[in-house]
């Protein structure tokens, strides 16, 4: 088993957190998924895609690492063997591990972040015009309740100026049929005293013979 802190880019933080949440050795890690590594803190989506694929080039090292440690047992009665033996058994011991599946992880590893931060930032950008439209949206709808409040009021004004109006014009309506009234009354009462003044002056002129 190889262990966390063998990943390139874990320390002893990120390694404590990492054993807490059920990763305890680098293979744990490499067979882990980015969603599962996500669920640890500190770890992104964009960043759990780079210690998996760490992860497993720390676990594929491992195996041509070990190679030398399992032929020294049968070397060590080889003492008599010539140089050229020696050689040959460490010739194995010097060989590295091989780059090109490394290479391969890496460039796949950075594919796997460069997708991860295009989805985020694609989440991100649309997150931000919901956003926005929902801004708008709000923005409109209270400048419409306002123009409906306005009308409103102004509906309710022309109202009571139209039931003012009529009250005025029923006013002066009423106060002409009153005095239209009184006009009358004034000119029977002028009549009457006319009637009386011709009723005197005949009296006298009765009065005379």
Do not use: H
């Amino acid at each position: 088993m190889t262990a966390v802190t063998a990943i390139k880019g874990v320390g002893e933080g990120l390694a404590k957190s990492l054993s807490a949440n059920g990763f305890k050795t680098a293979e744990a890690v490499a067979k882990a998924t980015p969603a599962a590594l996500v669920k640890v803190p500190r770890i992104g989506t964009a960043r759990a895609a780079g210690l998996i694929a760490a992860a497993k080039e720390a676990t594929a090292a491992k195996p041509t690492a070990a190679k030398p440690a399992a032929a020294k047992p049968a070397a060590k009665p080889a003492a008599k063997r010539t140089a050229a033996t020696t050689a040959t058994r460490r010739a194995p011991a010097r060989k590295t591990a091989p780059r090109r599946p490394a290479a391969r992880k890496t460039i796949a590893a950075a594919a796997a972040e460069k997708r991860a931060e295009e989805a985020a930032r694609k989440a991100a950008e649309e997150k931000a015009a919901a956003a926005l439209a929902e801004a708008k949206a709000k923005k409109k709808a209270k400048a419409k309740a306002k123009a409906e409040k306005a009308a409103k009021k102004l509906q309710e004004m022309e109202a009571v100026f139209s039931k003012a109006k009529d009250k005025v014009k029923a006013k002066a309506k009423k106060d002409k049929k009153k005095d239209k009234k009184d006009g009358k009354k004034k000119a029977d009462k002028s009549d009457k005293k006319k009637d009386k003044k011709k009723d005197k002056k005949k009296g006298k002129k009765k009065a005379k013979k």
